[in-house]
């Protein structure tokens, strides 16, 4: 396993995160575990999750399936950079959602309860909070790391200019800020290409990119080999408009000789400014898979056809769209 900053911290992450959002909704306990365990022997260290998973009633199970893995062995909390998230609703209550100070620090212990631990390593902003000043955002987040609780911060479905936001009002208030940010990024969609990830590198802040194979879509959807495989949402409705350039990204691969999604993810492992892509197992198998795609070097060529098929928004903004 490679290893690399987390942005410009001092913290170093495997070059593959591992997500947990099936955790309980589609994988049970006992799988969701021994894909942990496979994950960790091969040497994967960032865990990713968010207070909401296990979604509808059943929010927090994800986060409550993780902590019992943890206590399962008092070794594993160590070796694991263990991420999740604050700011979706997890009642009817008003407050108890966004990022007031109120939710973050009230969050923040719920998901200590349920992980079964005493920090989290990365805690991250699920999304954008355009009613909370980031005076307030920031003063949580101080208090919540002076006690011991939080290590680092990062972000999640942020624009380009939210994260200078956040960023300028840290460096303000002496703070770090964000180390990373979660984004939508994959082949199919490149449009954090023009502000985005820029502001992230020249704000020092590690991309992780989520949903690497769009839902499914880059995963050889039209592979005679795999025709148990279904789009479904995101990437039904990618399929649906644009059938031509997934017909041509499996073409590509096959003459490569490698499955579309070990490809898919290793051309995001090739891109400059990515930290690790946002895996999300539902089985060992797929998990196996996945790690793979650590071994796959793309040559030029092959990224030149790649982009070909899928030509992004044209480069950095203003470029991709001005003189």
Not at 59 to 67: D, F, L, Q, S, V
Not at 85 to 106: C, E, F, H, T
């Amino acid at each position: 396993m490679e290893y690399t900053h987390l942005g410009r911290s001092g913290l170093l992450v495997s070059r593959l995160a591992l997500g947990t959002m099936n955790f309980g909704p589609a994988t049970a306990e006992d799988e969701s575990h021994s894909i942990l365990d496979r994950a960790l022997d091969a040497g994967i260290n960032l865990v990713d999750t968010a207070n909401v998973y296990g979604w509808g009633e059943h929010k927090g199970r994800t986060e409550e399936i993780i902590g019992h893995w943890l206590a399962a062995d008092g070794g594993r909390r160590d070796k694991v950079v263990l991420a999740t998230k604050v700011y979706g609703s997890m009642s009817d209550w008003p407050n108890d959602r966004y990022l007031s100070a109120r939710n973050i620090r009230q969050a923040c212990d719920a998901s200590l309860q349920r992980l079964r631990t005493d920090r989290i390593d990365l805690y991250q902003f699920h999304h954008v909070d355009r009613a909370t000043p980031w005076d307030e955002i920031w003063q949580a987040v101080d208090t919540l790391v002076t006690q011991g609780k939080v290590l680092y911060t990062g972000s999640s479905n942020f624009a380009g200019w939210h994260v200078v936001q956040a960023q300028e009002t840290a460096r303000a208030r002496d703070l770090v800020g964000l180390v990373s940010e979660q984004a939508l990024y994959n082949l199919c969609e490149r449009r954090v290409e023009l502000e985005l990830l820029p502001a992230c590198q020249a704000y020092g802040v590690g991309l992780l990119p989520w949903s690497p194979l769009h839902g499914g879509v880059l995963g050889g959807v039209l592979a005679k080999e795999n025709p148990g495989r279904s789009a479904e949402g995101r990437a039904a409705r990618y399929l649906a408009a644009h059938r031509d350039r997934i017909e041509a990204y499996e073409g590509v691969c096959r003459d490569l000789g490698h499955p579309p999604a070990e490809v898919a993810l290793a051309w995001l492992l090739h891109r400059e400014g990515v930290t690790a892509p946002v895996v999300g197992p539902r089985s060992v198998a797929q998990l196996d898979s996945a790690l793979a795609a650590l071994d796959l070097r793309l040559e030029p060529e092959v990224l030149a056809r790649l982009d070909e098929v899928f030509p992004g928004p044209g480069g950095q903004a203003p470029e991709a769209y001005a003189w």
